[in-house]
């Protein structure tokens, strides 16, 4: 019997299966895909260059796994948040500092300030926004500012939630892309451990003396303890029978953070209609929620493609799309938004990955809904035994529901087991 299961090979049990053996302990990751990394995937062939089909960005200088990053060998180039960016709201495609001319748009930009001073009842996006008198394009501009990270509808975004997961962070700063792909961090990091792929899981039996997982294959695998970084999806699904049931804590926990669908379209031109020079344009309207460059920074010659990137209601739209019907609802946008271009008679090619179509995702990532505080402390409790809990949803000292946050989780987790069997001897 193994010390140690680690119930999928993404970023936060990878670090948990890597912190283990650092103490010395057997460990057996068990994952269902076929590969390393989870959410964080880079497609490779479909140009030159690695292209994100999930996780996109380090965020920031002080993330957590930057030793990771470092160690890897890879390279990073920096997207500066808030600059070099173009937005639609209505009125055409401008720059930054051009939107903010108009005085209605430059009064948004206090909802920043506004939502760190917020006390009292949880309110939903819309009854802030409502709350605080934003109107017109201003509340346009406030309505992107709140749900331009999240994958929720402006009635299920909590603002209390958005400020307990550190999301106002993502506004300020840099991020950083991984040049040689985001998953070669994640891959360095599990590289060598004892992993087994294509196991399913159709079962988890719990207790104090231990922890089981059975598979769709019927195969059983026993360990002292386990640590599930099972996504919150796949969770809230029921496709994962646990035995007993998780206790009212976790089950209530469900219920206030929601997976939410995020689903990226990766589009390749002959050559770019689009400023080279921009990084990002975020959209008010059309089908998708913003489009990157996706080798803005990079010198020399670069492949001319834009990611598409949905989420909340836009994505799930995309997603009940076919791909073809998905590629023709971003050129028409995308004409819209550049109109002395013609999108379509330069586009090549395309790849859709659907999160919320994963059956070992379900979804994106997660985001807290109105009055909901305090649920991924209730996800990460140590109140299943010999099973603990890690992954992005669980995330509660850093950004959560990221890769960052995923990391920490990894490592909390593989603290709490290594305490735990030391005290059972």
């Known amino acids: 019997m193994t010390d140690v299961l680690v119930i999928g090979a993404g970023m936060a049990g990878s670090t948990a299966a890597r912190e283990l ?32 089909g999930g996780a996109e960005f380090i965020h920031g200088e002080e993330a957590d796994h930057w030793d990771f990053a470092r160690s890897a060998g890879t390279t990073t180039r920096a997207i500066p948040q808030m600059k ?15 939107t903010l001319m108009h005085p209605g748009i430059w009064a948004s930009f206090k909802i920043l300030s506004v939502i760190k001073r917020h006390k009292g009842a949880d309110l939903s996006a819309r009854e802030f926004i409502e709350k605080h008198g934003f109107k017109g394009r201003a509340r346009i501009m406030a309505e992107l500012t709140l749900l331009s990270h999240l994958p929720g509808g402006i009635d299920e975004v909590g603002i209390a939630g958005l400020l307990e997961d550190n999301v106002l962070k993502l506004e300020t700063g840099t991020n950083y892309r991984v040049n040689e792909g985001y998953d070669t961090v994640t891959k360095h990091i599990g590289e060598g451990l004892d992993t087994r792929f294509g196991f399913v899981i159709q079962q988890i039996r719990y207790s104090d003396d231990g922890v089981s997982v059975t598979a769709e294959s019927g195969e059983t695998i026993e360990g002292r303890a386990a640590i599930s970084t099972l996504p919150l999806g796949v969770l809230q699904s029921g496709d994962i029978e646990f035995v007993p049931g998780l206790p009212p804590s976790k089950l209530e926990a469900f219920k206030q953070i929601k997976m939410g669908p995020v689903v990226k379209i990766l589009l390749k031109f ?65 004409k819209n938004l550049y109109p002395k271009s013609d999108p379509a008679s330069l586009f090549l090619e395309s790849q859709k990955i659907d999160w919320p179509q994963d059956r070992f995702a379900r979804g994106g990532y997660t985001f807290i809904l109105p009055g909901g505080t305090g649920a991924r402390a209730k996800l990460a409790a140590a109140d299943t035994g010999a099973l603990f809990w890690a992954g992005s949803a669980t995330a509660t000292t850093t950004i959560a529901a990221s890769v960052q946050g995923a990391h920490v989780s990894g490592v909390h987790a593989a603290r709490q087991a290594v305490e735990w069997l030391q005290k059972r001897g």
Request: aromatic fraction near 10%; include cysteine; charged fraction near 20%.
């Open 21 to 52: 053996a650092k103490a010395g302990l057997s460990v057996e990751i068990v994952e269902a895909r076929d590969r390393l990394g989870g959410r964080t995937f880079s497609v490779r062939g479909f140009c030159d260059h690695p292209v994100e």
């Open 84 to 98: 070099d960016m173009q937005f639609n709201i209505g009125y055409g495609t401008k720059s930054l500092p051009a």
């Open 270 to 334: 002959r050559e770019p209609f689009w400023n080279p020079k921009v990084s990002t344009l975020v959209s008010s309207e059309g089908p998708v929620t913003l489009y990157w460059n996706v080798f803005y920074g990079m010198t020399g010659e670069r492949p001319s493609v834009l990611t598409a990137y949905t989420t909340g209601p836009r994505a799930a739209a995309i997603s009940a799309m076919s791909e073809e019907e998905g590629v023709a609802a971003c050129l028409a946008d995308l």
